[in-house]
Structures are given as C-alpha cells and as structure tokens.
C-alpha cells in the first residue's frame, strides 16, 4: 500500500493542518505497518505556478525543451505519477482566502492533466484517478460547516472535492479543525474532534 502525504500550509510547526495530517499518517502507520509513505512539503520545496513555457513542456519532444521546461516536465511528471501510485492520498490543507494554499493550486495544476489523470468523452469528463481514498486535513479560522451560514464562502473543501471528483476519486474523508481563531475553548473542541475522527479512520483495519 502506497500513501501519499502532502502539506501545504505556509505556517511551519504552528500549522494545525499539518499537525492533523501527521496524526492521520501515524494512524495510517500504526494500523497497517507495511505502508509505503512519500511526503510532499509544497511550502519548503514549491512548485512553479503554471506558465505557458511549462505548459508546452508537456506537448513538446524532449529535444525541443528548454532547461527549465526539461526540469518542469520532470517535476510534473513526478507528481503524476506519486499521485497515480498512491493508494491513499493525505492532503494537508487550510484555508486561505476563503480557498486553498497557493502552493496546492499550483500542485493540482501539474496533476490534473488531460489525457493522463481525466479525459473528455461525448458523455461528458471520465476521471482516470480513481481507486483511491483521500483525507483531507482541512483547517480554518472560522466556521463554515454545511450547516453554518459561511457555508457558501468555502471554496476550500469544496474545491478539493470538486476536483477529486473531476479525476474520479469519490472516497473522499474530511477531517477538519474549524473555528481555529474564534477563541480558545473553540479551538480546543475544534481540535478535539478532529482528533476523534482520526481515531476513526482506521477502526475497520484488519
Ligand atoms: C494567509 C491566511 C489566510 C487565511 N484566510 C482565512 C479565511 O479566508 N477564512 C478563515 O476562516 N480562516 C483563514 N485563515 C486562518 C486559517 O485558516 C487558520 O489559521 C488555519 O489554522 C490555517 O491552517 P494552518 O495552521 O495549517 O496553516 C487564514 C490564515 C492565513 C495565514
């Protein structure tokens, strides 16, 4: 089994979605022991944003590539195919700006690529991605739960799940910390509930 750990928030040892998505991979760990884990910090090492010389990269012959495209084209395709490989995919993710870490888009602009993780048929977009589990460790300073009145402002997990589904994945887990910057008792049941759904996770391990 194959997991891929990804964190993306810029705050270091102070980020909360780290911290979740660390306890979801040490759940990971303890319950099936012979997992392969790769890790991704997309703030210590980020990718370029998309630009139209990285673009081409990815239609050109390798004898036509430039440096930095040879260099590009090789990130992307690392990316691809961590992500192919992965049988579980573990996305530390907050919210910034009522959406994702800048450093994620450009991730999921490397990743979903035509041809290779989603195609376009007559009915209608076929993801190729699809026989994964995702959890999502999401974290952000005020509520937006379906059930709050923020909820249309979030444009985090339900980006997320939006293109998870485009690429096919449909086992999609959410464990999210909300509320982080209301007040201290908020915060600690925030972070208690997460905590309770990790423990969760993997009660169904063999
Ligand atoms: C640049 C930035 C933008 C933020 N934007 C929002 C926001 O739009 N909505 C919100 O509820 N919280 C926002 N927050 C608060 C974070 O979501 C919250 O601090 C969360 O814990 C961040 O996750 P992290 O600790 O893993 O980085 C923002 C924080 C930062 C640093």
Known sequence: MKLLHI???ILGSDSISRQLSQAVVEQWINAYPNVEVIYRDLNEQPPR??????LQAGILQPSQLNSLQRKEAA?????IEEFLSAN??????PM?????PSQLKAWVDRVLVRGLT?????QGPVGLAGNKSVIIASSRGNIYAESSANYTQDHQETYLKTILNFVGITDIT???AEGLNINSAVREQALLSAQFHINQLTKNAA
Not at 118 to 122: G, I, L, P, S
């Open 118 to 122: 989603f195609k376009y048929t007559e």
């Open 96 to 100: 910034y700006n009522f959406s994702i």
């Open 75 to 79: 990130l992307s395709k690392q990316f």
């Open 174 to 176: 959410v464990i999210r």
């Open 7 to 9: 964190d993306s928030s």
């Open 49 to 54: 944003h998309l630009s139209a010389e990285i």
């Open 88 to 93: 579980v995919l573990v996305l530390g993710a």
